[in-house]
């Protein structure tokens, strides 16, 4: 569909002599049926300023003489029906074939161009002519029936999969071999003796014939890493990318010019899922990014300078499993489905301020400039990488195994689990194959979350605002306000009541304000300050609880006003000319606020911004909420 809607959106009365036969190809392979393809030539008429009915002619033309068309598509039914291996379907309704090559299997989607090329081979082997289009898709629509309606149905992977309590690796190989770990170890299999089933997709690269005995080491000092933790993370990393089921965390590579990000991207995806193009520029859209993750199993973008709202909110989707659905191309109720849950990978010097929600879903690493007596070519780099990769590849499939073997054994003896549970159980179960502690994982992703944190509170106003209006506030004092009235309160706190000019990123309305601030629940707690939003049961108002409590000892707050202040200012972006009125310092606990109605629009917020909150509704939301 794809391919049909970029050959329409080129189409001109200039160009259409070029496109017609392209166009008309495209057609055949996207099995439009009769109504799909008039609503097609209409298109192209309009556009190649022609009457319908030449347009309907050209496509009769193409499509060739009935009677040939009929024989030829019953003897390619019954070759096909003689030769494949089986016909069957995947959950959402996808026609596949399994078909026999050169002693082994492959599978193939029944509307894909290798299942079309490959039972064209067989009929000109047969009568030595060429498959009428017409004939493909009669022949495509038969068996895609006997796929939907008489065939099994199985899942679809790319790359990785689960089953049984084992994980199944594609190497992706002419072969189609597989690697089957198990908690007992590994071994290489056909892909006919797996019970998964894997798609290729057309730019993966094999990986190869893992080797037993190795150790990730040499793998490692290719990498530009300099601290312990940096290693931890990226070993933690790995070994989540082979778990067949997510949560995934989206490992950031971050540092100046120089540092060797992008290298070290290109190498973490090349052991685990090689690609032609293995890092891509910024998605586009949302519909960019699914296209991606159904194409390859490790996601990489490469020197991003920023992470916009949407790619933000999208990634956070992609890591811990969400889809994208829309309209079927020239159809009225038929719903397309991307879905996908990825191990994902970015790069760039500075990403500023990252959304909570993507940080309680990331791991980031500073990679610093490699020195120029430290570098080393780039192709012997690679040379030392395809020297090393089998047996970095098996010490990995070492580590999957034991993970296996560990994971019951690990999440009964954990206390706590971070955001990322599943992850956090996997990476501590393999962490003995890896050469980590116990724990260490898991606490040095704390640390890197603590990390994330500060950065927003330094970033945010709001939250800078929150801890100014705190500062003085004893240990255990609370006070409670609508919407209207902690805007005024943080507006009066840093002297901005009557400004004309606000800081950046500052709430205009007690709205905004609301919508804002369950994004900084998490950073303020760590800074000690609890934020919780609750309806009041009477009146249905929408109520801020401020409580003081004590500061987490990762966080790094500012702990005076002037502090605070000064950071709200630079942060913030404020304009140089300087508040209408002088700041002032937080004000002093005098009770609880009284509780009132409220403002009008506090109430409106309460009903319409938070229908999920509720009266003595904890602060914390379900994960599928925030998403």
């Not at 067949?244 to 971050?254: A, E």
């Not at 994902?344 to 791991?363: C, E, H, N, P, Q």
């Amino acid at each position: 569909m794809d391919e049909l809607r970029e050959i329409l959106n080129e189409l001109s009365p200039e160009n259409w002599t070029e496109h017609k036969v392209a166009l008309f190809e495209a057609m055949v392979l996207a099995g439009l049926d009769p109504v799909e393809a008039e609503a097609v030539l209409k298109e192209v008429a309009r556009k190649v300023k022609v009457t319908l009915e030449a347009m309907r002619q050209a496509w009769r033309d193409f499509l060739g003489p009935t009677k040939r068309e009929e024989a030829a598509a019953r003897t390619i039914v019954d070759l096909v029906l003689e030769e494949v291996v089986e016909l069957w379907h995947t959950p959402v309704g996808e026609a596949w074939a399994t078909v026999p090559r050169d002693g082994h299997v492959e599978h193939y989607p029944v509307r894909g161009r290798e299942f079309r090329a490959w039972f064209a081979g067989l009929y000109y082997a047969k009568e030595r002519k060429p498959l009428y289009a017409q004939a493909v898709q009669d022949v495509l629509a038969v068996l895609e029936a006997k796929a939907l309606y008489e065939g099994q149905e199985h899942e679809v992977h790319t790359r990785l999969a689960g089953c049984g309590g084992k994980v199944y690796l594609d190497l992706s190989r002419p072969d189609w071999s597989v690697v089957e770990i198990s908690p007992d170890g590994w071994h290489v299999i056909p892909a006919h003796e797996a019970p998964v089933r894997f798609r290729r997709r057309r730019y993966q690269k094999p990986l190869p014939l893992p080797k037993p005995g190795g150790s990730l080491s040499p793998f490692l000092d290719l990498l530009p890493l300099q601290e312990r933790r940096d290693v931890v993370l990226v070993l933690g990393w790995l070994v989540g990318a082979l778990s067949p089921r997510g949560p995934y965390p989206i490992l950031i590579l971050s540092g100046e010019k120089g540092a060797g990000k992008s290298t070290t991207a290109r190498l973490l995806k090349a052991l685990v899922d090689p690609q032609e193009a293995p890092l891509r520029a910024e998605p586009r859209n949302i519909e960019d990014l699914m296209v991606a993750a159904k194409g390859s199993w490790v996601v990489s973008y490469d020197n991003l300078s920023k992470v916009p709202e949407w790619l933000s909110d999208a990634l956070c989707r992609l890591s811990t499993g969400g889809g994208l659905s829309k309209r079927e191309l020239y159809t009225n109720d038929e719903e397309f489905v991307l879905e996908a849950q990825r191990p994902v990978i970015l790069t760039g010097i500075a990403f500023g301020a990252i959304r909570d929600d993507l940080a309680d879903r990331s791991m980031l690493v500073h990679l610093t400039r490699v020195e120029e007596g430290e570098r080393r070519p780039e192709r012997e780099l690679w040379e030392t990488f395809e020297r090393i990769y089998p047996e970095a590849l098996g010490a990995l499939l070492d580590a999957v195994s034991m993970a296996l073997r560990r994971r019951e054994e690990v999440r009964t003896a954990m206390p706590s689990l971070p955001r990322l549970a599943d992850w956090a159980i996997w990476v501590e179960a393999a962490a003995p194959a890896l050469g980590l502690k116990a724990g260490e994982a898991v606490e040095v992703f704390y640390e890197v979350q603590a990390e994330f944190d500060q950065d927003l509170l330094d970033a945010d106003p709001v939250a800078r605002a929150i801890l100014l209006l705190t500062v003085d506030w004893p240990e255990g004092y609370q006070a409670t306000y609508t919407a209207s009235e902690l805007l005024a309160a943080l507006e009066r706190a840093v002297g901005i009541e009557e400004a004309r000019i606000k800081p950046s990123g500052w709430p205009r309305t007690p709205a905004g304000l609301g919508r804002h601030l369950p994004r900084l629940q998490s950073a303020l707690r760590g800074a000690g300050i609890r934020l919780q939003g609750e309806r009041d049961r009477h009146t249905k108002n929408l109520r801020w609880r401020l409580e003081k409590g004590r500061k987490a000892t990762t966080a790094t707050t500012a702990t005076t006003a002037d502090d605070v202040l000064d950071e709200i200012f630079l942060c913030g972006g404020l304009s140089s000319q300087p508040p209408q009125t002088t700041a002032t310092t937080a004000e002093s606990p005098q009770g609880e606020l009284p509780s009132g109605t409220g403002f009008a629009v506090d109430a409106v917020v309460a009903v319409d911004v938070y229908p999920l909150l509720s009266s003595g509704r904890g602060e914390e939301m379900e994960e599928g909420e925030l998403l």
